[in-house]
């Protein structure tokens, strides 16, 4: 009996470019910049169903830029978040000029 030894998996990428997630966020914010929003809430700004493949790499690649924060099952852009004040300490990070020295 032979054992066949798996080959390791490469990590996960984003499928998409950071200006299309870019974009993305764009629409997000200017359809709930009030509020936090739902995954069909997300697709309905992306017209498409949440359910689907094309819907999963979007978010997938959102949240892997870092461009959504996750509380449950609700999601806010960054500048939600900031606007709101619920991060102060996440915003200041990005509004540092040191964050931009890196």
């Known amino acids: 009996m032979s054992t066949k030894t798996r080959k390791p ?6 499928s998409r470019t950071l200006e299309g997630c870019l974009d ?6 200017r359809e709930y910049s009030h509020a936090k929003f739902t995954k069909s809430e997300m697709g309905s700004a992306f ?4 359910a689907t493949g094309p819907f999963a ?18 999601y806010s852009t960054q500048a939600t978040t900031a606007t709101r004040g619920s991060s102060r ?3 200041k990070r990005f509004a540092s000029p040191r964050f931009f020295e890196r």
């Not at 993305?24 to 914010?29: F, W």
């Open 47 to 50: 017209g498409v169903s949440a």
């Open 89 to 91: 300490q996440h915003s």
């Open 57 to 74: 790499q979007r978010l997938f690649s959102i949240k892997e830029f870092g461009l959504l924060e996750q509380s449950g099952g609700d």
């Open 24 to 29: 993305d966020v764009k629409k997000l914010y």
């Open 9 to 14: 998996k490469s990590p996960a990428v984003p």
